[in-house]
């Protein structure tokens, strides 16, 4: 089968602080992320977001050695992004998805002036994707907070925070608008409803009823869309031809069965995990539905006088999302699924990762679908794979041909949204290269089309290695055939 649309954009994307290391080089500060610990978890599919208590973070910053922090290390693409770069051309990338550490520009948050040296390194790493021809879309704040913001203001949960977040804004406006064909403010925005810490900068432990939890997350979550919309205003005026989008961590999910308790509850479910973040970004306000779960569950949330007005104005020109699986709602079950807002349940008919998550391919055509009958936006997938446990065989090699198998099923529903009438114009693969996971820090949860000898305590050489699924793709990328 031939893919059907000749200028798609196909790629891979990163976030800074899972590839980048160099966490205290060149002035930049610590990001909150780079102050999690690596523990080794026992159950991985019942161990997705750790809470952990300020007092490990305080740790942390006492930790100078940091080998138990991965993520300040990364893959050490600061130093060797030449390399890696060269390899997403050689794989036949067309657009790269980037994060940009807000930590190396503005360090305290509240800099009077931004660090060129983090300025320049950002600069260097674009030129080298513009000489190559390569797309670049750049993701402001990838969960990666200034901890001194976090000291300082109280991450998201202060307004000023929003203030801080436009001059990193405009600076990045200034200085990259013309090597940056798509901005995205926040990735998943939807983070701040599910881990305060990751999302808004918010420790868990500050909050002592769920009730306090809820509005401090709905609170947070505001103020990123005032500032999503805000730096949408000003990035239209600064850099006119860039497009501007939103990415929702978007699980799709199933009612267990056709009883209709079961399905409304996977429309409320829905609309609370999904349709709310994507309806106010791109319809530009909260739906009347969110009000109602707002005022039975007495969350309260403090806006401005023009704050209805700024979300009306500045809706988002695109809309990105990341895809890795499905899950399915019951009443049933109760609490288990109820109380689960990230996986949802079991799906009988599907396979899942040894992390849980279910691989469901056709479910992206399903969500392509939904999108674009909701909102009538082009769609871009952001993020999608599949994250196994591998090491190099003798060939130096990893014969993945579960990840082949993974992104051709995946390939093959785009291309039948697209025969459906969807406008979906791009995929950024998670991730061309093995990076530390986002969620649990492991460095041997790899989802890359290049193996880096790393292991979950940066013990290794760095080295980088091709799978199977890089020539996979590269062969994809001439003939288009699935
Ligand atoms: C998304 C994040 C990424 C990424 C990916 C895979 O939620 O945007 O940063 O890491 O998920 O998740 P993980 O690394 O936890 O397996």
Redesign the pocket.
């Known amino acids: 089968m031939k893919f059907i649309k000749d200028d798609f954009l196909w790629g891979g994307a990163t ?1 800074a602080s ?1 590839i980048e290391g160099a966490y205290n080089i060149d002035g930049k500060s610590l990001t909150l992320l780079e102050m999690k610990e690596f523990k080794p978890l026992k159950d991985r599919a019942n161990n997705h977001f750790k809470i952990t208590d300020k007092s490990d973070f305080l740790k942390a910053i006492e930790n100078k050695e940091g080998l138990h922090y991965p993520k300040r290390f990364g893959i050490d693409f600061y130093s060797r992004y030449k390399e890696d770069i060269a390899l997403f051309k050689e794989a036949g990338m067309n657009v790269y998805r980037m994060s940009i550490a807000w930590a190396r520009i503005y360090p305290n948050g509240d800099d009077q002036k931004p660090n060129e040296k983090g300025l320049n390194f950002y600069k260097n790493v674009l030129n080298e994707c513009k000489e190559k021809n390569i797309k670049v879309m750049v993701t402001m704040s ?2 990666d907070i200034p901890y001194s913001i976090v000291e300082k203001y109280g991450g998201w949960l202060n307004r000023k925070t929003i203030d801080l977040f436009l001059k990193y804004a405009e600076t990045l406006f200034t200085e990259f608008c013309d090597m940056v064909d798509y901005w995205l403010p926040f ?2 925005i939807n983070m701040a409803t599910w881990s305060t810490e990751t999302g808004l900068g918010v420790f868990e432990s500050t909050f002592k009823t769920k009730n306090e939890r809820d509005s401090a997350s709905y609170q947070g979550l505001h103020n990123q869309f005032i500032a999503q919309a805000k730096v949408i205003e000003l990035g239209k005026k600064l850099c006119p031809s860039a497009k501007f989008g939103c990415m929702v ?1 978007n699980i799709t999910t199933y009612s267990l069965n056709c009883n209709p308790i079961n399905e409304i509850e996977n429309l409320t479910r829905q609309q609370k995990t999904r349709w709310f973040f994507y309806d106010v970004v791109a319809r530009g306000k909260y739906p009347t539905y969110i009000k109602r779960y707002f005022e039975e569950e007495n969350i309260n949330i403090q806006m401005e006088k023009d704050d209805v007005e700024i979300l009306e104005k500045n809706v988002v020109d695109f809309i990105s999302f ?1 895809y ?1 699986m499905s899950a399915t709602v019951a009443v049933e079950e109760g609490e288990k699924t109820a109380g689960n807002l990230i996986f949802g349940g079991k799906n009988p008919y599907l396979k899942a990762s040894e ?1 849980g998550w279910q691989i469901d391919p056709i479910g992206l055509r399903i969500t392509l679908n939904e999108l674009w009958d909701r909102y009538q936006k082009p769609l871009f997938i952001a ?1 999608n794979g599949i ?1 196994v446990l591998e090491t190099l065989n003798d060939q130096n090699t990893v014969e993945d041909n579960y990840r082949i198998e993974y992104l051709s099923e995946h390939f093959k529903q785009i291309n039948e949204a697209i025969k459906d009438g969807v406008d979906v114009f791009g995929y950024t693969m ?1 991730t061309p290269i093995d ?1 530390v ?4 820090n492991e460095m041997s ?1 790899r ?1 890359g089309m290049i193996f880096v000898d790393y292991d979950d305590y940066h013990n290794g050489t760095g080295n980088r290695f091709k799978k199977k699924s890089f020539d996979w793709f590269q062969n994809f990328m001439k003939n288009k055939e699935l």
């Open positions: 976030a899972q990838h969960f990735n998943e961590a990341s890795y992390w993020e994250g998670w990076v996971s986002a969620s649990t949860k989802y």
